[in-house]
C-alpha cells in the first residue's frame, strides 16, 4: 500500500498525493511570506516576482503565476517532464503568499535583529514543505525542472553555475523593475541551498531517489480507475 502511495499506482493514492502537494506549497507560501516580512531584500525568484507586482500594480501572487506559468512554458518548449504538481505549484504557492499578506499576522520586520530569525525561519518552513511536496512524486517545480533543463543543454557547464546565473538573472531583471534586493537576498541565495540539505537529512529523505510521475501517467490513473469503476457498476 505504502508503495501504491508513493508510486501514484491508484486513483485514490494520486488524489491523496494531490492533496499533499496542494497542501505543503500552501503552507510554503508561509515560508516565502515570512521571508518577505523580514524586509531584509527578498530571495531571487521572489524579487523578480516582486518587482513585476510593483511595476504592473498587480497582487504578488498574480506576478508569481505568471513568472510560473512563463517557466512552465518554457519547461515544456525543453521537452522536460512535466507533473502535474508543477501546475498545482504555480497556481498554490502565490495566492497563499496573497491570503498571509491579507491575514498581515506578522509584522514587517524594521531591523536586522528581527528580519534575520525570521527569514530563517521562512527558509526552514520552505525546506520542510518540499520535503513533504516532493514526497507527492508528481512533479518537480518550474524552477527547478528550468534548471535541470538548462543545465542538459549548456554541455560541461557546472550545474552550480547555471543555478547562479539563472538566480542572478531573476534578481536583476526583478531589481530593474523594482524588486526589494539587499542583504536577505543574499542569505536566501547561499543558505536556502543548506538548510534544505540539513532538513532532507534530518528525515532520512533523499531527493534523488524520488521517481516523479509525468501528467500523462497521472490522467491515465485517474481515468483508468475511473473506467473500472463504471465497468463494475454496468455489470
Same mark, same amino acid.
Given at each position: 500500500?505504502?508503495?501504491?502511495?508513493?508510486?501514484?499506482?491508484?486513483?485514490?493514492?494520486?488524489?491523496?498525493?494531490?492533496?499533499?502537494?496542494?497542501?505543503?506549497?500552501?503552507?510554503?507560501?508561509?515560508?516565502? /511570506?515570512?521571508?518577505?516580512? &523580514?524586509? @531584509? #531584500?527578498?530571495? +531571487?525568484? %521572489?524579487? *523578480?516576482?516582486? $518587482? =513585476?507586482? !510593483?511595476?504592473?500594480?498587480?497582487?504578488?501572487?498574480?506576478?508569481?503565476?505568471?513568472?510560473?506559468?512563463?517557466?512552465?512554458?518554457?519547461?515544456?518548449?525543453?521537452?522536460?517532464?512535466?507533473?502535474?504538481?508543477?501546475?498545482?505549484?504555480?497556481?498554490?504557492?502565490?495566492?497563499?503568499?496573497?491570503?498571509?499578506?491579507?491575514?498581515?499576522?506578522?509584522?514587517?520586520?524594521?531591523?536586522?535583529?528581527?528580519?534575520?530569525?525570521?527569514?530563517?525561519?521562512?527558509?526552514?518552513?520552505?525546506?520542510?514543505?518540499? /520535503?513533504?511536496?516532493?514526497? &507527492?512524486? @508528481? #512533479?518537480?517545480? +518550474?524552477? %527547478?525542472? *528550468?534548471?535541470? $533543463? =538548462?543545465? !542538459?543543454?549548456?554541455?560541461?557547464?557546472?550545474?552550480?553555475?547555471?543555478?547562479?546565473?539563472?538566480?542572478?538573472?531573476?534578481?536583476?531583471?526583478?531589481?530593474?523593475?523594482?524588486?526589494?534586493?539587499?542583504?536577505?537576498?543574499?542569505?536566501?541565495?547561499?543558505?536556502?541551498?543548506?538548510?534544505?540539505?540539513?532538513?532532507?537529512?534530518?528525515?532520512?529523505?533523499?531527493?534523488?531517489?524520488?521517481?516523479?510521475?509525468?501528467?500523462?501517467?497521472?490522467?491515465?490513473?485517474?481515468?483508468?480507475?475511473?473506467?473500472?469503476?463504471?465497468?463494475?457498476?454496468?455489470?
Amino acid at each position: 500500500m505504502k508503495s501504491d502511495l508513493r508510486e501514484n499506482r491508484t486513483a485514490g493514492a494520486v488524489v491523496i498525493n494531490i492533496l499533499l502537494a496542494a497542501v505543503s506549497l500552501f503552507v510554503n507560501g508561509f515560508g516565502i /511570506y515570512l521571508t518577505i516580512r &523580514a524586509n @531584509l #531584500g527578498a530571495a +531571487p525568484w %521572489d524579487v *523578480l516576482s516582486l $518587482g =513585476l507586482s !510593483k511595476t504592473l500594480g498587480i497582487l504578488y501572487g498574480t506576478a508569481s503565476i505568471t513568472v510560473s506559468l512563463t517557466i512552465l512554458m518554457i519547461d515544456i518548449l525543453l521537452k522536460e517532464p512535466i507533473g502535474i504538481a508543477m501546475f498545482i505549484d504555480a497556481f498554490v504557492v502565490g495566492k497563499s503568499v496573497d491570503f498571509f499578506n491579507r491575514l498581515n499576522i506578522v509584522p514587517e520586520c524594521s531591523s536586522w535583529l528581527t528580519g534575520i530569525p525570521v527569514m530563517l525561519i521562512g527558509l526552514v518552513i520552505l525546506a520542510y514543505t518540499q /520535503y513533504t511536496y516532493m514526497l &507527492a512524486s @508528481l #512533479g518537480c517545480g +518550474p524552477r %527547478d525542472t *528550468l534548471l535541470v $533543463g =538548462l543545465a !542538459k543543454r549548456t554541455g560541461r557547464v557546472p550545474i552550480g553555475a547555471v543555478s547562479i546565473a539563472l538566480l542572478s538573472s531573476a534578481t536583476l531583471i526583478g531589481w530593474l523593475l523594482g524588486g526589494p534586493v539587499g542583504i536577505g537576498t543574499l542569505i536566501c541565495a547561499f543558505l536556502a541551498g543548506p538548510i534544505m540539505q540539513a532538513a532532507f537529512r534530518s528525515v532520512h529523505f533523499d531527493a534523488t531517489g524520488v521517481k516523479h510521475q509525468r501528467l500523462a501517467e497521472t490522467v491515465k490513473t485517474l481515468f483508468r480507475q475511473e473506467k473500472i469503476v463504471l465497468e463494475n457498476r454496468t455489470e
